[in-house]
């Protein structure tokens, strides 16, 4: 199912944060939001899967305003893992999961073996099928962010939108969640904060800065040196990925995109 963003503001506090966005996410593509801090990625992601109403514009989702759908309608199309995880939950981890199924209950329904069957393989895609039993509240970051993943693959949605998914993972789960969502082969939207991983797995990106969309296209159309000045203010080289292909971005630490070196921590004795 296909997303489009049309002439997208977002505002509160005062503050315009989203401006006369536009972007498109295809279907069954992952499409990936990048920026610096405070660009407006989580704040455009908060609107696709509702939890920010947009001052001006809409978002379509196969050619629908998603405001003009009902709360469930909308959570039968659009699953989310946002970065605030909410509070913790008093509930196993398989009843964490369990949970988004609620889009497709009927109020006190119990589950149906096509339910449980869902659950299971939305544990097993994350490699939490043997944590089942475990309280939510005893897990660490990583595996919290892993059962929250697989209550967003239980909603069986036709969207994915994820902020900053490989928050709290170690490199292999990363690597793992990014396969996985390569697999999936849903229509994804995803922020990230990692610039090489989201040339490595995203079809398409759209960089935001200052709340407006600067760039859009394939990642080795997107990347440069210059949008790295531009959007981020660093030095970069974009090379071949030794491995995958990939553009992989090398960045110059020692000194910002004007040249001028970046402040050291001094060393002791020195």
């Known amino acids: 199912m296909r997303i489009e963003i049309e002439d997208l503001r977002v505002a509160y506090a005062g503050r315009t944060v989203v401006a006369d966005a536009h972007l498109i996410a295809a279907e069954g593509e992952i499409t990936g939001l990048v920026g610096p ?9 908060r609107t696709v899967y509702r939890h920010l109403k947009p001052s001006a514009g809409r978002v379509l989702l ?25 509070g ?8 964490v999961v369990a949970m988004g199924r609620t889009p497709y209950k009927r109020a006190f329904a119990g589950e149906d073996a096509e339910d449980r069957d869902i659950v299971a393989r939305s544990l097993a895609h994350v490699g939490m099928a043997d944590q ?8 660490s970051g990583g595996e919290r962010q892993r059962v929250l993943l697989a209550r967003a693959f239980a909603q ?3 969207v994915l939108v994820l902020d900053e998914p490989t928050n709290h993972l170690d490199v292999r789960h990363q690597v793992e969640l990014l396969a996985l969502l390569r697999a999936q082969a849903r229509t994804t939207l995803v ?32 990347l440069t040196p210059e949008l790295m000045a531009e959007a981020f203010g660093v030095r970069a080289a974009v090379v071949d990925h030794p491995l995958t292909g990939d553009p992989l971005i090398a960045f110059d630490h020692r000194a910002t995109a ?13």
């Open 37 to 45: 801090n405070g660009s407006g990625k989580s704040t455009l992601l």
């Open 62 to 86: 196969g050619g629908e305003d998603i405001r003009r759908m009902t709360p469930q309608q909308s959570a039968r199309h659009v699953a989310a893992l946002p970065q605030e995880r909410g």
């Open 88 to 95: 913790d939950f008093e509930l196993s981890v398989r009843e």
């Open 132 to 139: 089942a039993g475990r309280r939510f509240t005893a897990l």
């Open 156 to 158: 069986d949605p036709d």
């Open 191 to 222: 922020s990230l904060h990692d610039l090489n991983a989201a040339a490595s797995v995203c079809d398409r990106l759209h960089v935001l800065h200052a709340g407006a969309v600067i760039a859009s296209g394939p990642p080795r159309e997107v």
């Open 258 to 270: 004007d040249g001028a070196p970046t402040a050291r921590r001094a060393r002791i004795g020195a």
